[in-house]
């Protein structure tokens, strides 16, 4: 697949997108965001990848929707083009995505980014949606996912009056899983994503579902969508090996079945 406004690499079993609009902060527009999910849904049909990492440069993971391409349209262009629709194609997504972030991750850009599955953050990573200084709110996620990661006041004083996040106030919030050093955060992130790589596949994918499952739904449902996910695991092979593994004192070896 050739990519104009993306980079892709696999770094054994981890799949790699890197924005690369660096000309424009890695702003979001139409053909970065179409290309961006057709890269995810690629990794995710493909076998050899257990973990996917979605990255910018240093500077700027993103800085939000592409306002240039956007600044004079009616609300039925917007409309019609699905202007926000088109994210939620990250919910399709069922391997795990990190988003290793570095520097900027404005607007759509930290939407983004708070979509994904988990966090590795540079030091250098500021988180903001300043959508209001230009006269709109998030459209992406922003203020659902926001209140429900931050809480209401947070959430409120980001939406409203622009408070950006530093990368250890995103730590300390539980935005960001862990903070790294600047030099070498891309490789922080494909290290922990490797871990995640090696684990057992379809448990990894029920996992990640049985937990979204939390920011759906009330406790007793989702408590049933746990046990839904749980009991399957036990016609897998993975379950067999990995609790004889254990009994055995050895590491399992996993089929992805
Ligand atoms: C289009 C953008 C852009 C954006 C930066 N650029 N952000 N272009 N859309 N979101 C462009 C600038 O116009 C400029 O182009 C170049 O990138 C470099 O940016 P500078 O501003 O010169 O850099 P700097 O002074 O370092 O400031 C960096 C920045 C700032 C703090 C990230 O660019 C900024 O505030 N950007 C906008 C952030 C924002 O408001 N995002 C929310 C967008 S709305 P030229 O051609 O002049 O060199 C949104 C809604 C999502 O995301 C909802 C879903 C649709």
Redesign the pocket.
């Known amino acids: 697949m050739t990519y104009t406004t993306i980079l892709t690499e696999i770094r054994r079993r981890v799949g790699i997108v890197t924005l690369n609009r660096p ?3 890695n ?3 139409s053909t970065m965001l179409t290309e961006l999910f057709d890269a995810l849904e690629a990794f995710d049909a493909d076998e050899n990848i257990g973990a996917m990492i979605v990255t910018g440069n240093e ?2 993971f ?9 600044a004079y349209a009616s609300p039925f262009e ?1 409309i019609g083009q699905g ?2 629709e ?2 939620d194609r990250i919910r399709g997504i069922k391997k795990v995505v990190i988003a290793a972030v570095s ?2 991750a ?6 983004f980014a708070i979509s994904c599955d988990m966090i590795i953050a540079s030091e250098s990573a500021k988180f ?4 209001i ?2 006269g ?1 709110i ?3 996620g ?1 203020t659902q996912r926001l209140a429900r990661l931050l809480g209401k006041n947070l959430a409120m004083e980001m939406v409203i009056n622009n408070r950006t996040l530093t990368a250890a106030e995103a730590l300390q919030f539980g935005l960001a899983n862990r903070v790294v050093p600047v030099d070498g955060y891309l490789d922080a992130a494909v290290a922990f994503a490797e871990e995640i790589a090696a684990r057992a596949p379809l448990a990894v994918r029920m996992a990640k579902d049985a937990v979204n499952a939390a920011f759906e739904t009330t406790l007793t449902e989702g408590l049933k969508a746990e046990k839904r996910n749980f009991y399957p695991l036990f016609s897998t092979e993975d379950q067999k090996e990995g609790m004889k593994a254990f009994i055995e004192k050895r590491k399992p070896n996993w089929k992805g079945r």
Request: proline share 5%; hydrophobic share 45%.
């Open positions: 000309q424009a902060m702003a979001f527009n500077k700027a993103a800085a939000g929707a592409d306002i240039k391409e956007m917007m202007r926000v088109k994210w520097g900027w404005l607007g759509g850009g930290c939407e903001g949606q300043p959508e200084t230009i709109v998030p459209g992406a922003g």
